[in-house]
């Protein structure tokens, strides 16, 4: 039986994409099929979408148009070896992080690879993702991977594949750094005598909102922030707080740590 789309790996990202499409009448259930070892995430898979999920991979997936790997990348070597013989015709997009498209094309013996970065806003359809195309991949199929990603939220093409280890860095770990900030904001909260809940309620909104405005408007961040901080005033004190901290320096050190532990990982799961 032809599989337009195969899923290698079934947790969140791939439910997150697979429900994405589905819902939006992108793919039906019968054309999608998913290989994952958990019993209890194939029941779930069943459940909630109805497509056919196998613990191992068979001669059906010989037949699939794209496939997407949503594996945990210390598994991929793994969970590719078995799967080389069906999976060379197909288009390779790959959602996991530090996997070089060099080691796809060796595992899977396609050339037509295509790596996105991901994050986990992804998965209420806000997110947005880097992606790198080998060139292998026609335009036809750049656009195809765009309309899968679609409803996971945007998507920005880089020309150089070292350019998702800063994309790993910016936007893959980067609501990490976004709810670290939040959790000293709570923190503040608490100090200043409003319940944890009250913190975490003004800080998320805040955050939102301010994000929000930052999206709609055509002035910079820097522009936005200058507009709220009035010298002698509370943003001002909070803002030099901060300064005299370093932190925006820290900041830049933290995402570039990111970076290249990004380019590390890489390394280590072969090229």
């Known amino acids: ?42 029941d779930k898979l069943r459940a909630d979408f109805g497509i056919r999920a196998l613990a ?33 015709g197909a288009l390779q997009l790959s959602v996991m992080a530090g996997i070089l498209s060099s080691s796809i094309v ?43 990603l679609a ?12 350019d998702l280890d800063a994309v790993t860095a910016l936007s893959g770990s980067g609501p990490a750094y976004f709810f670290f900030f939040v ?3 709570m923190a503040a909260a608490v100090d200043m005598g409003l319940t944890a809940e009250q913190g975490r309620r003004l800080a998320l909104a805040t955050c939102a909102g301010a994000a929000a405005l930052g999206l709609a408007s055509d002035e910079s961040p820097t522009t936005l922030r200058e507009r709220v901080t009035s010298k002698g005033g509370t943003t001002y004190a909070a803002v030099t707080s901060l300064q005299a901290d370093a932190v925006d320096a820290a900041i830049r050190r933290a995402v570039l740590a990111a970076q290249r532990r990004a380019a590390e990982l890489g390394k280590e799961f072969g090229g």
Not at 67 to 86: I, R
Not at 136 to 145: C, F, G, I, N
């Open 183 to 185: 959790e000293a904001m």
């Open 1 to 42: 039986m032809a599989t337009p789309l195969a899923f290698i790996g079934g947790g969140n990202m791939a439910a997150a994409i697979l429900g994405g499409l589905l819902r939006a009448g992108h793919v039906q259930a019968a054309d999608v099929i998913v290989v994952e070892p958990f019993e209890a995430q194939r």
């Open 56 to 88: 191992a991979g068979d001669a059906s997936l010989a037949g699939a148009g794209t496939v997407v790997w949503a594996v945990k990348p210390q598994l991929f070597a793994e969970a590719a070896a078995p799967l080389q013989a069906w999976l060379g």
């Open 106 to 148: 060796k595992a899977t013996g396609a050339e037509r690879v295509v790596r996105a970065m991901p994050n986990t806003p992804a998965l209420i359809g806000q997110g947005i993702a880097g992606l790198y195309a080998r060139p292998a991949v026609s335009a036809d199929e750049r656009a195809a991977v765009e309309q899968l």
């Open 151 to 162: 409803p996971t939220g945007q998507t920005l093409w880089v020309e150089r594949e070292d």
